[in-house]
């Protein structure tokens, strides 16, 4: 109770206090005294601890409002001198605004990027700047921001060109270098400075203070008291569920304020969870602390003094003031800058800025966020203070760094973060390079991290523990932090500058010492690995540093000097590897085809072999450089190249290549899947630039050193293939008889990765240095390869092709001529096809396929070689000259190790009994003859006279092989094998090695005989050639079209025979078809012409004709008769509120609610859709029990949920899965009686009221007697024929009594959301609202898709309405018959005043189809006791004319104020429509009175009703044709105009409509009267109720932005409802009413029938009905829900320029609304198919029925 008192003792002696101070007194006390310092201190320790923490619940409305009075505004006022509105606003007036945008992002923001401008991935604009900069023409791109980044406008170095926007234009009178001090007072800057240090010093203190219980000095409140706050701070480590669940437990709150806390503790990174006394308190803490110490540390909490929680409160707060207060002016702010970096006593690092970052870790999140805000817009957009501001981070970067690595929060809370705001900016990243030495610190930090070592110093990642893994992941960030101080190379370097980049290369390659042969594999041999080894680490490592390698030979190939070093300081790092590991490895000579070679014995199956080899890669990498820049050949003198041994340099590379080959032959398969993950990654695209592609250069540049026969046996040795080569008659085949079949297999696959290795050695010259090319030719390759195994999308494409480190590809630049763009459609994406001319530089063998793609690549280039009628050989492409360093590659082609080892593989080719070679070593062979044959054809062609042809292969392969052998040429075995009846696929390849050679052999004949060279006369004997060729071919295809011809021919005799054979049968078929086209166009048997009707008693009776339909279960046909057996529809009812027209009517109490009349805003509806299958009642019976029976099983085996929710009768329908949750009956036609009697109007409404009251009589007697004394009424008297008390036979056989009642009662449990209940006597008013709402939802449809009434649906929704319309014409006899007729007597009250029927809703207030169907349907209650003969189409028509009536009058009452148009002039022709409409108005107006205005024009008036009548009679139409089953007339099956006319009398109505109320005007006058009484009509008509003005428009999903940045950033400015001012995570836009909810968060969570719910799914439940259409703002996709349980995600209507969407927004290009996509989704929506789509998209993956839909 103390607490109470006091609390409220406290704010009275505040006011005292507050009345009684001066700002400008106490400004002025302080302007006098000395020790500014001790004064504010005095004054803050008396006032704060009096504003803030006061009591258990923070006020901040009023701490913030007397903070600024007593504590801001003092220190304001001796800022300026002066009363501080006007002080600031001068300083404003004179500041000269920065060119700097510095615009801070919020989370989730808008940023773009240009990616031809911008001078790295970082340099990003906000989006006002980027709508006024030139950028927005370029190539962007589009990112949600994470928050904390700010917006690099005005950066001159951070954009290439454009850096400012239209806003930040400098202008050009400005002197910008002028110091903005100049326009200060020397007072007014000593003031400035005096209250800076003041309050930064203050801050700094409070937020670094770690004593719980007391302050610094100076800061001693004047009276203690025991009040304190147990304190829970934020970790990374529990779960939000932990906390949670802790909290209740520690401080007994509800489950509501424990997930409050949860959430303020994450996003502020603290909160006080208690308050009160110490022992208190303490008490809390232990409980939190003995609870979450279980499973890992427990969490942090501190129990702390008021006071202390007070001043670091208002800590807080002066860091605002100072970023609020510097905004005024630059002047301030550089004063802020100089007294946050002066040097305090204690000399480094002692100034308040150090202080702050180097406490970083120990702060909370909160504390760090102002204080990195305040950073951001202080010291980082000066310029001079930036720079002072990076020396120091750089001077702290390792202490820096160790406290993030040992701190558990996300980097962007860390100061670490703001690295990316000074590395990237180039000049201060070299100037911190050369000046702090940057670079080597980065990496020496990094390396110091990675402690594990094994003996050799390499790193060691097995058995690393949870906590060395978490490290390992925060210690990466370094390896960004070197991205960006290299990430634009320098244009001109200082000596400086190479002496420390060089001594950083030094540092780099100790790090690449260091992964040198890391995790180092061995091949299992007998038994399967029992660990896999962790492989991981490594690899991350490697894929992390692939970019900084790369850049660093970027920054080589800027200057010779520093390559030239670089180089040999690699070389030395190298050899110092190598020197480790010649050990054991015993020297042996290998000799071959008369050359020998001396190298080591090592196998790679037997020894260790690693994949990590940077050292080596970076070498190679090097090496090409000195090629490139041409250095090798300028300062030869100054390269080791003599001093190089190439077998050393190839020897790792070379065993890393072979170690994918064994894996591939499956040599390693023992060795788990870590091994083929490494190899799979080897290869990838993320790694092969710095791991194969560079391994293969290797090799490149070790053979270009080498003889070729040498290179070639150490390569045979090492793939462990010597001794299948050397042998002296392999040609002959050593004995395989005894081998294992596995070893053949293995060593056939060797042989093909080895010829393969080859073909890459001397054919990949498509890096610049090697071949003589360009830079974008390698992409061209690139991307052409992948366009030739298919079509591919742009971001297929983007992910074949490696990036650099500014996520770039180079793709743009070169697509266009290698590619053409295809569009896509409504589905589907666009494609990029390969332009024809490029197909001929396809080379099968293209070294980054693997062997998917390579096969699928040939699959698809044969192909379209055949379509072409081109020969299907796939020859090599002509290549690109070598460059001079490497130009001695092509000898290996014909050196005589690889002659040798070409003829072996041909001569086993010929002989092919054993299995001791394989198709693909062959076709690898002759890919490798003919790349030889194409050097040397080019060779020929390019070379003058004077200078000969080095490379003759076509001498060598002619050559017999020597003496004592005498084996075959090479060209001899071609021609051998040219017609080898096994080797027809590779008939055509050799066809062109053949050709080709004879081409070759002219070539030098000619340049022998004549000097000159011409190749014309190769090319006349290859067009001779081709002639003979194309000839052959036209021939065969001609022979294939004869044979097809007579196979067509005898066909079609067989079918002619068989038709004469059974002409019986095919007469009874042809007789059924034209019967069933006549019935349709019989009319009435009387007078054929008479025009269609299918209402009253003229309207058309169809022939009679059998329904015979077969069920899909047991495929048994049967005939629809009313006492047959029971055939029912699959069908699916739910509640929809797709047409509603008012959103905020609250949902209906389902025990009370009245559904009998529809109100006619439609706000909710019951809607029944049908895939069209029909079953046998039984056999659907049968198939329900048995999935419920499978539903039991799977509840007590899996917990995983089917898409389909069997507890609430779902189903899928068992044909087409189709989502079902109940089943029509299908019913005959009914037979309309043929009777005579058909009474006019008058005599009807007498008959009808004598009817009514009997049956009031009669349903009277049966209720039991009331207490209340029986008003004495005279009996009435029933018409002679009409007997009350007479129940009709029921027509139906019992199956389909059972079926009625199964549909009626699931319709009135979904529709009413209530349990079924058969005896409800709500049930048929269900059937009857959903047949209506059904057809209307269709009308709709229909109109919306600009289709004709009739002959455009398709059958099953047919189907569904025809069995809809007769199941509601039938459930009255399902029902009890009494409650029938009591819905038909409440039905026609409305029409026809009728006083025994209370409550009867105003005209205003009914839906008039919904009234039609019902009053029609329920009319066969009544009529069934009717035996005058009366004729129910009689009934039916003047139902239907007086409900017309009824809604022309709701029509006119509603119609608004006339606008006049030009078309009015035209209408002449309707006088007497005008003439009738106008009288009808003035006589509403009479009963009315004034509410109605006065309308003189009755064109206007007639164009209301006809506009607003038309859907009604559209529907009436529908419901009437499906009801009775009578054709259209053949003008309503097509849009066509004169429709009124054909459409009024279908529905045997005048086409003048007021006809009806003039022609019997004085019966309806009194009707008329009675309706415009009633006391609804002048509340709704002066603005009581909703008011529906006709045609109801159909409703549509909401207009969407065409940029879809327009939307991120309204989602930016979204904030959550519940947690004050919070940003939303997933911010989520309604497309059906627009709405934007915070999705996906514990803040939003409600309650929904018993269960948490999250926003999205409340929301479904208030705006949908169950059913929600949700666009995803920050991930780009759509989300259907239906239900709490059901759920999808769909493809989002944004595409980018490439045609596809981008869900994520991962690529980030621009976004624009593709208005088809946005349709479809809207079509859906009005089709009610979203449950069903989310059924199929369920049953089509798995995963989605996992995931907890109703939290979203």
């Not at 705001?421 to 000049?427: C, I, L, R």
């Not at 696959?749 to 090319?773: D, K, N, P, Y």
């Amino acid at each position: 109770m103390a607490a109470a008192e006091s609390d409220r003792e406290v704010p009275s002696a505040l006011c005292t206090e507050f009345l009684n101070f001066s700002v400008k007194d106490t400004a002025s006390k302080w302007l006098q005294v000395t020790d500014l310092y001790k004064e504010v201190y005095h004054h803050l320790a008396r006032y704060v601890p009096k504003i803030y923490c006061l009591g258990p619940n923070l006020n901040p409305q009023s701490e913030d409002l007397l903070a600024q009075m007593l504590l801001q505004a003092p220190l304001e006022w001796y800022l300026c001198g002066e009363d501080p509105s006007t002080g600031l606003a001068k300083l404003e007036q004179n500041n000269q605004p920065s060119q700097l945008c510095g615009h801070v992002f919020k989370v989730g923001e808008p940023t773009y990027s240009c990616r031809e401008c911008a001078a790295d991935p970082t340099c990003v604009l906000c989006m006002q700047c980027f709508l006024g900069s030139v950028h927005k023409e370029h190539r962007y791109r589009m990112t949600t921001s994470g928050g904390g980044g700010f917006c690099d406008c005005g950066d001159t170095e951070a954009w290439k060109k454009g850096p400012y926007c239209q806003k930040h234009e400098p202008n050009i009178s400005d002197s910008c270098q002028e110091d903005p001090l100049a326009h200060l007072s020397t007072d007014m800057i000593a003031r400035c400075y005096n209250v800076f240090s003041v309050v930064l010093k203050y801050a700094v203190d409070m937020l670094t203070w770690d004593k719980e219980d007391e302050l610094p000095p100076g800061l001693e409140p004047p009276d203690r008291s025991d009040t304190y706050y147990c304190m829970l701070f934020n970790d990374e480590v529990h779960t939000y569920e932990q906390v949670i669940y802790t909290l209740q437990k520690a401080v007994n709150c509800t489950q509501k304020e424990a997930v409050s806390f949860a959430t303020t503790v994450d996003r502020d990174g603290r909160k006080s969870v208690r308050f009160g006394d110490f022992a208190f308190c303490e008490l809390a803490k232990s409980v939190i602390v003995r609870n979450t110490s279980r499973q890992s540390k427990p969490l942090r909490v501190q129990v702390m003094h008021s006071s202390v929680v007070a001043h670091q409160c208002f800590a807080l707060k002066a860091l605002h003031w100072l970023g609020h207060v510097i905004g005024y002016s630059d002047a301030l702010r550089r004063i802020l800058c100089q007294v946050g970096l002066e040097r305090g006593p204690e000399g480094e690092n002692s100034s308040m800025v150090d202080t702050l970052m180097l406490c970083d870790s120990k702060m909370w999140k909160g504390a760090r966020n102002v204080y990195h805000q305040l950073f951001m817009s202080s010291l980082l957009m000066d310029l001079k203070y930036k720079k002072l501001f990076a020396i120091q981070f750089a001077k702290n970067y390792e202490r820096l760094q160790s406290d993030y690595v040992k701190d558990d929060h996300d980097r962007e809370f860390s100061v670490t973060d703001l690295s990316v705001q000074m590395f990237t900016v180039p000049s201060l990243a070299r100037m911190l390079i050369t000046e702090e030495n940057l670079m080597t610190t980065i990496i020496r930090t990094f390396v110091d991290h990675l402690r594990h070592r094994d003996l050799q110093g390499r790193f060691q990642f097995e058995r690393y523990t949870a906590q060395q893994a978490f490290k390992f992941r925060r210690v990466q960030s370094l390896i960004g932090d070197l991205k960006y101080v290299l990430i634009s190379r320098p244009t001109e370097w200082s000596d400086q500058l190479r002496e420390k980049f060089l001594e950083g290369l030094d540092t780099f390659l100790e790090l690449l010492k260091c992964m040198q042969g890391m995790d180092p594999v061995v091949r299992q041999v007998g038994q399967h690995i029992e660990m896999e080894p962790e492989w991981e680490a490594a690899f991350t490592l490697q894929m992390k540093l692939t970019h900084i390698i790369s850049m660093i030979q970027e920054w080589c190939a800027t200057d010779e000097r520093v390559l030239i070093e670089a180089y040999k300081k690699c070389l030395t790092a190298l050899t110092h590897c190598h020197s480790g590991f010649a050990d054991g490895e015993q020297p042996i000579t290998l000799s071959m085809c008369g050359h020998s070679v001396d190298t080591i014995r090592y196998c790679v199956s037997q020894e260790k072999v690693s994949i990590h080899l940077p050292v080596s890669r970076l070498l190679a990498g090097l090496h090409v450089l000195l090629s490139k820049m041409e250095v090798a050949y300028r300062f030869p003198e100054q390269l080791p190249l003599s001093e190089l041994s190439p077998p050393m340099l190839i020897e790792h590379p070379l065993r890393c290549l072979v170690l994918c080959a064994q894996v591939h032959a499956g040599m390693w398969r023992r060795n788990g899947f870590s091994l083929v993950n490494q190899i799979y990654y080897y290869h990838n695209v993320k790694c092969r630039v710095e791991m194969f592609d560079k391994d293969l250069i290797m090799l490149q540049a070790g053979a270009s050193m080498m003889d070729p026969n040498h290179f070639l046996m150490i390569v045979l040795s090492r793939f462990e293939l010597y001794h299948i080569f050397s042998s002296a008659d392999c040609r002959k085949r050593y004995n395989r008889e005894n081998a294992n079949k596995d070893v053949v297999q293995q060593n056939n696959t060797l042989t093909e990765e080895m010829l393969h290795l080859i073909m890459m050695v001397v054919g990949e010259r498509f890096e610049a240095g090697i071949g003589q090319v360009e830079g974008c030719d390698e992409i061209k390759r690139e991307i052409l390869h992948q366009l030739c195994i298919r079509p591919m999308a742009h971001s297929e494409l983007v992910k074949a092709l490696p990036e650099n480190e500014n996520k770039e590809t180079g793709m743009e630049r070169v697509i266009d001529c290698v590619a053409s763009f295809k569009k896509p459609g409504v589905t589907g994406r666009g494609l990029y096809e390969l332009r024809p001319e490029c197909a001929k530089q396809f080379n099968l063998y293209f070294h980054h396929y693997s062997r998917a793609d390579q096969s699928k690549a040939e699959e698809a280039q044969r192909k379209l070689k055949r379509q072409n009628g081109e020969d299907t050989a796939l020859p090599p492409p002509v290549l690109p000259p070598f460059c001079p360093l490497f130009a001695s590659l092509v000898n290996i082609l014909q050196c005589d190790v690889l002659l040798g080892m070409l003829g072996a593989v041909l001569q086993w080719a010929v002989e092919p009994s054993a299995g001791h070679w394989s198709e693909s070593m062959l076709q690898r062979v002759l890919h490798l003859i003919g790349m030889a044959l194409l050097e040397e054809q080019q060779q020929l062609e390019n070379s003058s006279e004077d200078n000969d042809v080095y490379f003759n292969f076509t001498l060598k392969m002619s050559r017999p092989g020597e003496a004592p052998s005498n084996t075959a040429s090479v060209l001899a075995l071609l021609e051998n094998l040219q017609n080898a009846p096994h080797l027809e696929v590779h008939e055509d390849m050799i066809r062109w090695l053949l050709k080709t050679v004879a081409g070759i052999k002219t070539l030098r004949e000619r340049s022998a005989s004549t000097s000159t060279v011409t190749a014309s006369g190769s090319r006349g004997q290859e067009e001779t050639a081709c002639d003979k060729d194309k000839a052959e071919r036209k021939r065969k295809a001609e022979m294939a079209r004869l044979r097809r011809e007579k196979v067509m021919a005898q066909m079609s005799e067989m079918q002619r025979h068989f038709i004469n054979e059974n002409k019986e049968l095919f007469h009874q078929s042809l007789e059924e078809l034209d019967a069933s086209t006549s019935t349709s166009l019989e009319h009435s048997p009387a007078s054929p012409d008479a025009a269609l009707a299918c209402v009253g008693p003229r309207r058309s009776r169809p022939r009679e004709k059998r329904q015979v339909v077969t069920c899909i279960l047991c495929q048994e046909e049967q005939e629809i008769r009313a006492d047959g057996k029971a055939m029912v529809l699959a069908a699916f009812v739910q509640r929809s509120t797709v047409m509603s027209k008012n959103r905020t009517r609250p949902p209906h109490d389902p025990k009370r609610y009245d559904p009998l009349f529809m109100h006619p805003d439609l706000s909710f509806g019951t809607h029944t859709g049908s895939c069209g299958h029909i079953m046998h009642s039984h056999c659907w019976q049968r198939y329900f029990e048995a999935v419920q029976a499978k539903e039991q099983r799977r509840q007590q085996r899996l917990r995983v949920h089917t898409s389909y929710d069997v507890g609430n009768g779902e189903f899928l329908c068992p044909l087409c899965e189709c989502l079902s949750n109940t089943v029509i009956p299908l019913l005959p036609r009914t037979m309309g009686s043929s009777s005579c009697e058909q009474p006019g109007l008058g005599q009807w409404l007498k008959t009808s009221g004598q009817q009514i009251k009997a049956m009031h009589s009669a349903h009277r007697k049966l209720q039991p007697v009331s207490t209340v004394e029986e008003t004495v009424e005279e009996e009435c008297p029933a018409p002679e024929v009409f007997t009350v008390d007479y129940i009709p036979t029921n027509p139906y056989s019992s199956t389909i009594k059972e079926m009625l009642t199964t549909f009626g009662t699931a319709t009135y449990k979904v529709g009413l959301k209530v349990h079924p209940n058969e005896q409800d006597p709500r049930i048929p008013i269900m059937c009857w609202s959903s047949c209506a709402y059904t057809i209307q939802s269709i009308e709709r449809l229909l109109v919306d898709e600009k289709k004709p009434l009739f002959g455009s649906l398709p059958c099953r929704q047919d189907d569904c309405l025809s069995s809809l319309a007769r199941f509601g014409s039938a459930c009255w006899t399902a029902a009890c018959q009494p409650t029938v007729q009591g819905h038909f007597i409440r039905l026609l009250a409305a029409l026809i005043p009728d006083p025994q029927v209370e409550a009867s809703p105003c005209i205003l207030d009914v839906d008039m189809l919904h009234l039609l169907v019902s009053v029609v349907l329920s009319y066969g209650s009544v009529h069934s006791q009717d035996s005058s003969g009366l004729s129910v189409d009689a009934v039916q028509l003047h139902l239907f004319h007086l409900i017309t009536v009824a809604h022309m009058v709701q029509i006119l009452l509603t119609s608004g104020p006339e606008e006049v148009t030009m078309e009015q002039e035209s209408g002449e022709a309707e006088g007497g429509e005008e003439e009738g409409a106008c009288r009808l108005y003035n006589t509403l107006r009479t009963h009315v009175g004034s509410s109605l205005p006065e309308v003189g024009s009755g064109w206007h008036l007639w164009r209301c009703v006809k506009t607003g009548i038309l859907p009604y009679l559209r529907g009436a139409a529908l419901f009437f044709h499906h009801l009775h089953g009578v054709p259209a007339p053949p003008e309503l099956h097509a849009l066509c105009p004169g429709q009124w006319e054909v459409l009024c009398g279908y529905l045997s109505l005048p086409s003048n409509l007021l006809q009806l109320f003039h022609g019997q005007q004085e019966l309806l006058e009194p009707l008329l009267h009675g309706w415009c009484t009633h006391p609804g009509i002048q509340q709704t008509l002066q603005g009581g109720g909703v008011l529906v003005s006709f045609p109801r428009e159909s409703n549509s999903l909401i207009d969407l932005p065409d940029d879809y940045s327009a939307l991120i950033n309204q989602a930016s400015s979204f904030t959550c409802p519940k947690s004050g001012g919070d940003k939303s995570r997933a911010p989520t836009l309604c497309l059906v009413c627009g709405s934007m909810l915070c999705s996906q968060s514990y803040c939003c969570q409600t309650e929904l029938e018993g269960e948490d719910v999250g926003a999205c799914t409340a929301h479904t439940f208030a705006c949908g009905a169950g059913v929600g259409i949700f666009l995803r703002v920050r991930e780009s996709q759509v989300l259907f829900l239906a239900g709490k349980t059901k759920g999808c995600f769909y493809a989002p209507p944004y595409l980018d320029d490439y045609g596809e969407t981008d869900q994520g927004l991962r690529r980030g290009n621009p976004l624009h609304l593709c208005h088809e996509r946005y349709r479809k989704i809207q079509k859906l929506w009005r089709q009610h198919s979203i449950t069903e789509e989310i059924g199929h998209a369920q049953e089509a993956n798995q995963t989605l029925v996992g995931i907890d839909w109703q939290h979203l």
